[in-house]
């Protein structure tokens, strides 16, 4: 038996992009998945994608916003243990910061830290009483390095990072890490759709685009280049597995080398 036979793990926002990259490196390592979406749809579509990659651990679906308090509810009854809760779900969306409205500081706040608040609230004590758990908040390099055109964003990508060392204070002595990864420019559905909008209405390339925004956008990059949904999941699987058991209060970075920084 390996460490991953019979854990179970929710991963937020799985049904595309980095959640589903997470899931899939999750699941292919026999551990059982909770595949979550906002429609039962893309949970559905999501399910078959991974069953027919040949998954090796069992999957779950639940269709349910965690931007919500009722979607939280709904997930808690429907599954109310987890070995593995990965908070992944999350928003985005540029704009100027005179431009930025309460409604909107509300609602990148809610998504982007609240969702992760109200299922660790519900959770974390849970893997505490049992002695074992992982707990993953997926940030991103602009929780240091925050973006002139996102601001919102960015301050609540910061608190994704003081939410996961402080529940790592809570968990001292027992094999329940917790941790933060950040998390750079990833090739997504979501910029993937965004890159080919540019290039059309550039008249260019998808990979002139992609140089321009590493030479002008994220100069830093030592890679140049975006990163791909699979090596955030595989990262995150690794986190999440008994390999990475003294890892815990941490921000850790899978970031391409953005962040001008060597810690």
């Given at each position: 038996m390996t460490d991953s036979q019979h854990r179970l793990a929710l991963v937020t926002g799985s049904t595309a992009g980095?959640?589903?990259?997470?899931?899939?490196?999750?699941?292919?390592?026999?551990?059982?998945?909770?595949?979550?979406?906002?429609?039962?749809?893309?949970?559905?579509?999501?399910?078959a994608r991974l069953a027919a990659l040949g998954a090796s651990g069992r999957l779950y679906g639940v269709a349910a916003d965690v931007a919500t308090?009722?979607?939280?509810?709904?997930?808690?009854?429907?599954?109310p243990k987890v070995d593995i809760l990965v908070n992944n779900f999350g928003i985005f969306?540029?704009?100027d910061f005179p431009d930025i409205t309460d409604d909107d500081w509300n609602g990148m706040w809610i998504a982007n830290v609240m969702s992760g608040v109200r299922?660790?609230?519900?959770?974390?004590?849970?893997?505490?009483?049992?002695?074992?758990g992982r707990v993953i908040f997926i940030s991103s390099e602009s929780a240091l390095q925050i973006p002139a055109d996102?601001?919102?964003?960015?301050?609540?990508?910061?608190?994704?990072?003081?939410l996961a060392r402080g529940l790592a204070e809570l968990a001292v002595g027992a094999d329940v890490t917790v941790n933060a990864v950040l998390v750079g420019p990833t090739r997504s559905e979501g910029m993937g759709a965004i890159l080919k909008q540019m290039a059309e209405a550039g008249?260019?390339?998808e990979a002139e685009v992609e140089r321009y925004f590493f030479d002008e956008v994220r100069p830093t990059?030592?890679?140049?280049?975006?990163?791909?949904p699979e090596e955030i999941g595989a990262f995150v699987a690794f986190l999440a597995s008994e390999a990475a058991s003294g890892i815990t209060g941490a921000a850790l970075r899978a970031d391409g080398g953005v962040v001008k920084s060597v810690i």
């Amino acid at each position: 038996m390996t460490d991953s036979q019979h854990r179970l793990a929710l991963v937020t926002g799985s049904t595309a992009g980095i959640g589903f990259a997470i899931a899939e490196k999750l699941v292919r390592q026999g551990v059982d998945v909770i595949v979550n979406g906002r429609t039962p749809a893309r949970v559905d579509e999501a399910i078959a994608r991974l069953a027919a990659l040949g998954a090796s651990g069992r999957l779950y679906g639940v269709a349910a916003d965690v931007a919500t308090v009722s979607g939280v509810d709904a997930i808690c009854a429907a599954f109310p243990k987890v070995d593995i809760l990965v908070n992944n779900f999350g928003i985005f969306g540029p704009k100027d910061f005179p431009d930025i409205t309460d409604d909107d500081w509300n609602g990148m706040w809610i998504a982007n830290v609240m969702s992760g608040v109200r299922l660790s609230r519900h959770y974390f004590p849970l893997m505490l009483n049992q002695k074992y758990g992982r707990v993953i908040f997926i940030s991103s390099e602009s929780a240091l390095q925050i973006p002139a055109d996102v601001i919102h964003y960015g301050v609540s990508k910061t608190a994704q990072l003081a939410l996961a060392r402080g529940l790592a204070e809570l968990a001292v002595g027992a094999d329940v890490t917790v941790n933060a990864v950040l998390v750079g420019p990833t090739r997504s559905e979501g910029m993937g759709a965004i890159l080919k909008q540019m290039a059309e209405a550039g008249h260019s390339t998808e990979a002139e685009v992609e140089r321009y925004f590493f030479d002008e956008v994220r100069p830093t990059s030592l890679l140049k280049r975006f990163l791909r949904p699979e090596e955030i999941g595989a990262f995150v699987a690794f986190l999440a597995s008994e390999a990475a058991s003294g890892i815990t209060g941490a921000a850790l970075r899978a970031d391409g080398g953005v962040v001008k920084s060597v810690i």
